[in-house]
């Protein structure tokens, strides 16, 4: 009979049993211990991991370290200034968040953010370090010099006092006491300026409170080693203004204080003892004997207050009860005296219990509501007799005591809580003392306000009258150049046009002026051809030798010179050099000063000779081409010219016919 037999495993396609591959080991295998979860992560792992975390990973990491039981990161040092490290968020990235199908990818996924949330948390401790090193090399500042300072008063005291038990001190007594005095001020004014820095590094301590650093390892850093002497207490010690006896802790001005208070007994004890007045105590001890015997001090202005609005709450209960009574009377009869006794007798009450309840809110909302309904109680009474009565027969009092009832709880209502809690007399003094300084030194700053506004008007208005002055005085700067300018430009247009219209002939400039060492009084000489018996040939007269004329051929080459140049400054053009190129308007004005050099005017042949003797540069044709325009200027054509060229040749001749 055949059967089925049950295989294990299932067969595979050549009927042999079918073997599962081995799977490969995990990257991060999680187990979970009594103190929470363990990882334990391949190199492999350990790669895909970092791999993941690269792009979150902070760019002040220099070096990861690993080590059997744990990582450690190396990073760049911190200055303390920057912001705080945070760990960043992952809960967007797929490879990173939460939620994974797979035992493995889950383990690797929460190993990741481990290590990362590891990796800034020691980021974030060593730049807590770093703020905490910040902090206080910014604050420290003279705290060293302060400290000293102290040590130096405190060893001064200790000299002062130590001197007082010695037997010369006998004979200057008072003088040691008052050294003593001065050397305790001093000690307690440098204690006071240590604790002001003292005061200010207690609080960089309790801000870097969870720094890995402690107080003296964070001075040193700092670079304050010394600081293991310095006496800091917590930030809140120095605050306080009240010290137990057998506190340790205390601000370094507590401890010079007592001091000084022992030392004040000691002193004043032998001085009781030896029958020798200590003088500060003494009167110390006088004043207060005197207070002893002084009568209280005036109330204040809170008890002020409320004594008076207490005398108006007992007027108006009186009133209540005179007025309530009569209209209860004929209805409840002698009844009625205890029933608006105690209704206006509550009401006082309650009012007082109200004020001493103070600030406490709770406590005083139950008399608070209590006063209230007796308070219409009360007022209702009248109220209701009003208007029982109908009109015609009011009463004045039967009018006014609802009115005073309500308007007397509604005063304790405003009032009560505007007078703000009792306190002691020393208090009081402290704060009116504050509010004067604080009084003083606003009206300061309305003075130095006032002061600097009118200042600044004051300066508004001179740089208004200096802008002004300085416009005025441009203004006629620019107006004495402008008529200036206009009168010149007027005057050379008339120069111009009067050289242009009017040439001076060759005689004035031939004139001879005196010169300093050289003058001789002569009468001028007279032109050549008007006198022939006084004069030679070339216009001398006898007596004048070859040196004279020479002398005046070197005068004249100057007067040339110089009429030149005047001719170039009204053109103009530059002054024309001998043997340069000259440009037309050069050109222009050697042949303008050329022709009217002598009288009559050169001819063209004459004034070309004349240039060309003078060593100036031109072409023959620049030339011509300047003297036709020259002559077209004077209104004269070449005929004219040519005539007077002739003119001219004729009576060169004359002389050679007069001889022949």
Known sequence: MAS?????????????????????????TETSTAGGCKFQITPEGMTEIFERLRPYLPPYLKRVQHSTYALRFEFAPFTGRESDPSTPDTHTDPKLAYGSDDKAERALRRAARGILDDLYEQARQQWRDAAYVADLQQTVKDTGARWQAYERENKALESAYDYLRTPAAATDWPSALSRLVDAQERALAAASAFDDRAWEIARVHDKHLYADLGHHAALARAGYPEATDWHITLAEDYGSRYYSEWSTCMPLTERVRRLISQQDTHVTKVGRLSGTATGLTEQRRKTVSKREWTWPQAPSPRGMVLSVLGIVTLGVAILSMA??????????????????????????????????????????????????????????????????????????????????????????????????????????????????????????????????IELLKLATELERRVAEAETEYRKSVLEQQQAMTEDLHTQAEATAQTITEKVLPASVAAIRLPELGQWTPTAPALPAGRDASGTDGRGRH?????????????????????????????????????????????????????????????????????????????????????WNALLLKEGLDQGEEADTADDESDREEEPEDADA
Request: glycine share 8%.
């Open 4 to 28: 089925t037999i049950a295989l294990r495993k299932p067969l595979d396609d050549n009927g042999l049993p079918h073997h599962d591959p081995t799977p490969p080991p995990a990257l991060v």
């Open 323 to 452: 007025v309530s009574y009569q209209i209860l009377e004929p209805r409840f009869g002698a009844w009625a005296v205890p029933t608006v006794g105690a209704l206006d007798a509550l009401w006082v009450v309650f009012q007082a219990t109200e004020i001493l309840s103070g600030n406490n809110k709770s406590r005083a909302l139950r008399v608070q509501i209590a006063g209230l309904a007796l308070t219409v109680i009360n007022a209702a009474i009248p109220t209701a007799d009003l208007i029982m009565r109908g009109s015609g027969q009011f009463e004045l009092a039967v009018i006014l005591t609802p009115i005073a009832i309500v308007a007397t709880k509604t005063a304790w209502l405003i009032t009560l809580p505007s007078l703000g809690r009792k306190v002691s007399a020393d208090t009081q003094q402290a704060i009116a003392h504050k509010r004067q300084l604080v009084a003083d030194q606003l009206e300061t700053m309305e003075a130095e306000a006032a002061h600097r």
């Open 542 to 626: 006898a007596g004048q030798d070859d040196l004279a004329s020479d002398r005046d051929g070197e005068r004249r080459t100057g007067r040339d010179a110089v009429a030149l140049a005047e001719l170039a400054a009204v053109a103009g053009v530059p002054t024309p050099q001998h043997g340069e190129p000259l440009t037309d308007g050069q050109l222009d004005v050697v042949l303008r000063h050329l022709r009217y050099r002598d009288d009559p005017p050169m001819s063209q042949r004459k004034a070309g000779a004349s240039f060309r003797q003078a060593g100036f540069i031109g072409s023959e044709e620049r030339v011509r081409r300047a």
